[in-house]
């Protein structure tokens, strides 16, 4: 009977684990599927064969990244989908520029979840703890590089902001060299 206990409560960690770390990833990248995938392991875990969901929700999401990596070079700048932050949304070329950068981890992240072997709770735990570190850590890591170089093309950290998702820079960069050579 304990035993069961504890299988139930780790089943739980793993599932409120991916359920936080897929929440970050759908909110740093606006990934709807991500949420389809947290309700399925959710009712998941009210059954005896949450394992399996567990498992094939990994798969499916580790098929969405390794898609997001795939495309995130040629993704134009919007609101729904890619690394958005205020940096990466008020200019063109931070945009591409992070997402060149970032495709890599992405399509990485997409083949640990695709391949890692996940035969028994224990390694269910330590692929969860994995995926969620990683999921903090890329999003992060894309912030303060898009943060950089928007400092390096714009001089500052401002951004205007024109309503939801939608941001400019306080002036171009063009404009900048227009007026210093009047």
Known sequence: MTDHKNRRAAILVVILAVVAGTTLFAFITGAPVALIAVQCAREAARRDRAMNWVIWVIRLGG?????????????????????????????????????????????????????????????????????????????VAAYFYARRLYVRRFGTTEVVSKGFFTYEPPTKPSDQNDDAAQ
């Open 63 to 139: 098929v969405v990244f390794v898609a997001v990596g795939s495309v995130a070079p040629v993704l134009p700048r919007n609101r729904w989908g890619g690394i958005r932050c205020a940096y990466t949304l008020a200019d063109d070329e931070v945009w591409r520029e992070v997402h060149s950068r970032f495709r890599w981890p992405i399509f990485a992240l997409g083949l640990l979840c695709l391949f890692f072997p996940i035969r028994n709770l224990q390694e269910l735990l330590l692929f969860t703890y994995i995926l969620v570190g990683l999921l903090i850590v890329i999003p």
